[in-house]
C-alpha cells in the first residue's frame, strides 16, 4: 500500500527570489535597504520591488531635501555622514540614523497607502478601510523623525 503524505521538498529545489538590491544614497544620509523597509513596514507581496523602490527613492530625496540644510551645517563642521554626527547610540547606531530611515519609511508607506490601497468596495472592504493606518499618521510620523533630527519641537501651538 502506497502513502499519500506529502514530502517537504529538498532545500536544492527551493527557490528564492533573488534579494532586492539597497537603494544607494548621496554619501552623507545612508543608503536604505528594501528588505530592511519591508520587514519593519509589515509590507506585503503585493508591493512590487518596481514599486518600492520608486517610491523609496522619492522619499529619500523628500527628507534629503528637508535636511539639506542640516546636512550642510555639518559639512561645515567637519562630519563626512550622518552617522557621524554626535547622536545618542541606541543599539549600536546613532538615534539620527534611526530617525532619518523613520522618515523615509513613513513616507514610503504612505505613499504606497495613497496609490496602492489594496481595498474593495464591498463591506468587508470598506471594514477593512477602517483598520488600515491613515496615509497622514504616517505623514505626522516623518514629520516628527525631521523634527527630531533638527531639535525642533515636534508641534507649534499659537494663541489667537
Known amino acids: 500500500m502506497s502513502s499519500f503524505l506529502a514530502q517537504p521538498p529538498s532545500p536544492s529545489t527551493v527557490t528564492m527570489p533573488p534579494p532586492e538590491p539597497g537603494v544607494e544614497n548621496d554619501g552623507w544620509f545612508p543608503d536604505v535597504s528594501p528588505a530592511d523597509l519591508r520587514s519593519s513596514s509589515r509590507l506585503n507581496g503585493n508591493i512590487t520591488p518596481d514599486r518600492l523602490s520608486l517610491s523609496l527613492a522619492v522619499a529619500m530625496s523628500s527628507v534629503n531635501d528637508e535636511l539639506a540644510a542640516y546636512k550642510a551645517s555639518h559639512i561645515g563642521n567637519g562630519y563626512t555622514a550622518l552617522a ?77
Not at 546613532?94 to 519609511?105: D, E, G, N, P
Not at 533638527?150 to 489667537?160: A, D, K, N, Q
Open 84 to 160: 557621524a554626527v554626535p547622536a545618542t547610540k541606541i543599539g549600536g547606531r546613532s538615534i539620527k540614523h534611526t530617525l532619518y530611515l523613520r522618515a523615509v519609511y513613513s513616507l514610503v508607506q504612505a505613499d504606497l497607502l495613497d496609490r496602492y490601497p489594496d481595498i474593495g468596495t464591498t463591506a468587508a472592504g470598506e471594514k477593512r478601510a477602517e483598520e488600515l493606518p491613515a496615509a497622514d499618521a504616517f505623514r505626522r510620523d516623518a514629520r516628527w523623525a525631521i523634527s527630531d533630527i533638527l531639535g525642533r519641537p515636534r508641534s507649534t501651538v499659537e494663541l489667537i
